[in-house]
């Protein structure tokens, strides 16, 4: 281990050095998503996305001396801390001017702590909600475009207040998403009246739940919301629900939408119900037809966040005139909002051109995008019902 710090040091220093005076005719973006792991079938979309708008700025010529962009994939493994911290301190040692992701909660936290701090490094994760990455003390260096599951904690009481739904049973992974998560979904739903019967851990990686499912059955509920993941532990419970007769209907917070889901559980999930980070508009619109035209889906989850946090990286490099974080990091807020001219999807070499006349934008991107805070997304959510072996947006908060 201490060779790898040292390596990881060397790295980091000869990367100062070699960005000296802010330009480089190469800039390297790490992007950590859990390509293995509970939520892999997110991950692919969510890191086209990034690619997407990286491969966007390079073809512009735009960025700094006409840089280009080089996408870095690493494996976070979604839950697995001991994997994220080794893969971003290979990122680390090969280079990277700023780090996308990573993409769950907690192995967002151990990157931040074990490697990006001691290594000064910039982490803008388009998808870690939990609101314990709010007080995480970051030295500045930690942004995300989707918001905190606090506020979505409050979306989804007012989506089961408006069902007409009295209570609930609570079931989350047991980590510090899932945690994190149901803690805002139990007060914010408390908080309107409403009755939680039982809130249980479950783990992932279980090829039985139906111990689970027997406590959470006892304790009753009109529902049975499942704060997991869609390609592990939270699919389990629900297939367990179903086939004990226990629930016919679910509510699905942001780690269960995926178009995976309905694929996996079948028609039994017609009429359940959720939300997920999503925004409408010209953004969204614009970013999903570049996507098809680029071979991948832009409604799924995460990816209009992904190609908005390599967008403000890129940006911020270019307000900043440099491709060093300690340079970049304090752009970040002042590209994401206003004033200035608005800027979408497919215009970052016009947003570039902009900046290096010394004008002003406000990025609204794919996403809506407002940091508010310490570099928090202010967001807003898609309201989400399965129909007909479908997530079908039905609404937005």
Known sequence: MKKMLMATTAAALLATTAMAGGHAKEVKLGIEFGFTGPIESLTGPMAAGAEMAMQEVTDSGMLLDAAKVTPMRADSGCIDNGLAVSSAERLIADGINGLIGADCSGVTGAVLQNVAIPNGMVMISPSAT???????????????????????????????????????????????????????????????????????AHEDGKADYSAEVGALASAGGDLLVVAGYLDQGGAG???????????????????????????????????????????????????????????????????????????????????????????????????????????????????????????????????AVELVGPGEAAGTYRVIEVKNGVNETIGFK
Do not use: H
């Not at 260096?141 to 007409?164: C, Q, W, Y």
């Not at 209570?167 to 309107?192: C, P, Q, R, V, W």
């Not at 016919?248 to 939408?257: C, E, K, V």
């Open 130 to 200: 939990s609101p314990g990455l709010t007080t995480m003390e970051d030295n500045g260096l930690f942004f995300r475009t989707s918001p905190s599951d606090a506020r979505e904690g409050e979306v989804m009481a007012e989506i089961l207040k408006e069902r007409g739904v009295e209570s609930i049973a609570l079931t989350y992974t047991n980590n510090d998403y899932g945690k994190g998560l149901a803690d805002a979904i139990e007060s914010s739903f408390k908080a309107i009246g409403g009755e939680v019967t039982i809130v249980a």
């Open 237 to 367: 419970i629900i297939k367990s629900a179903l086939d004990a007769g226990a629930w016919d209907t679910f509510g699905l917070p942001g780690g269960m939408i995926g178009e995976n889901l309905p694929k996996t559980i079948g028609p039994d999930l017609d009429g359940s119900y959720g939300q997920i980070a999503g925004s409408q508009g010209e953004g969204i619109d614009t970013f999903a037809k570049m996507a098809e035209e680029a071979g991948f889906d832009g409604t799924s989850p995460y990816a209009p966040e992904a190609y908005d946090a390599a967008a403000l990286f890129l940006l911020a490099m270019q307000a900043a005139n440099s491709t060093d974080p300690a340079d970049y990091k304090d752009k970040i807020l002042e590209v994401a909002n206003g004033p200035g001219t608005e800027i979408f999807p497919g215009e970052l070499g016009k947003a570039l051109e902009l900046l290096k006349n010394g004008e002003e934008i406000d990025y609204v991107g794919a996403s």
